[in-house]
């Protein structure tokens, strides 16, 4: 299994405060990606990185900013958190970009009240 | 605009074959992709088709025909641990990948 732990796992919080979730791989892969999974959507892809401090934005970016400064590292960040952004997010990463297949951290849930 | 159509939940019997389908329509294409991805937890690759034909590994199969913006992935000799959601997605001319919503299959003894 690749190896990649995202931090907290579960994390309450109130309207308008700021959240950053943490995602850390171990693989040295240059791709990372975050994704929010909620009931009858697909995955949404909400920013990525294709290497230190290059990122990019996904289909559902607003609200949301990411940083990354080593390899290992993707911070997502909700600067002020909205009950619309309760969801599970899952960071991924992969090797390449062909063929790219992702792997997946545990995921993490936010539940915003 | 960019669609993947799945069906959101199927049924079968333990010691069966289910075919679970998957349509798209995307800008472009570069690849499809099947996960799985039991409940709570994270997806898990499964299966990758850049060409058309049959991709066989173990019990699943995965099948593309890109003419016709199709795939199905093929599960034989069905354990109950396959109870799961299956996520079908396509690589656009991006390298952006589109997610379905996933088809929750319910294994029955």
């Known amino acids: 299994d690749a190896g990649i732990t995202q931090s907290p796992r579960h994390k309450v919080t109130e309207t308008g405060t700021p959240v950053t979730l943490r995602c850390h791989q171990t693989e040295n892969h240059r791709y990372m990606y975050w994704y929010r999974q909620d009931p009858g959507h697909g995955l949404r892809l909400i920013h990525y990185s294709y290497g230190v401090k290059d990122t990019d934005k996904g289909e559902v970016s607003d609200g949301y900013s990411v940083s990354r400064s080593k390899t290992e590292d993707f911070l997502l960040t909700l600067e002020s958190a909205t009950s619309s952004q309760t969801s599970v997010y899952f960071c991924?990463?992969?090797?390449?970009?062909?063929?790219?297949?992702?792997?997946f951290g545990e995921g993490s849930r936010l539940t915003v009240l | 605009g960019q669609n993947i159509d799945q069906p959101t939940e199927m049924t079968a019997t333990e010691g069966a074959i289910v075919q679970i389908n998957c349509t798209y329509q995307t800008s472009g294409f570069n690849g499809l992709f099947w996960y799985q991805q039991h409940a709570g937890e994270a997806p898990t690759f499964l299966s990758y088709?850049?060409l058309d034909g049959l991709e066989e590994k173990g019990r699943f199969s995965s099948f593309l025909s890109r003419s016709k913006g199709y795939s199905y992935l093929l599960l034989k000799e069905l354990q109950m641990k396959d109870s799961a959601s299956y996520l079908c997605a396509v690589r656009d001319s991006n390298y952006q990948l589109i997610w379905g919503a996933g088809t929750k299959l319910i294994i029955k003894p």
């Open positions: 088709n850049v």
């Open positions: 991924a990463i992969s090797e390449s970009r062909e063929p790219g297949e992702l792997f």
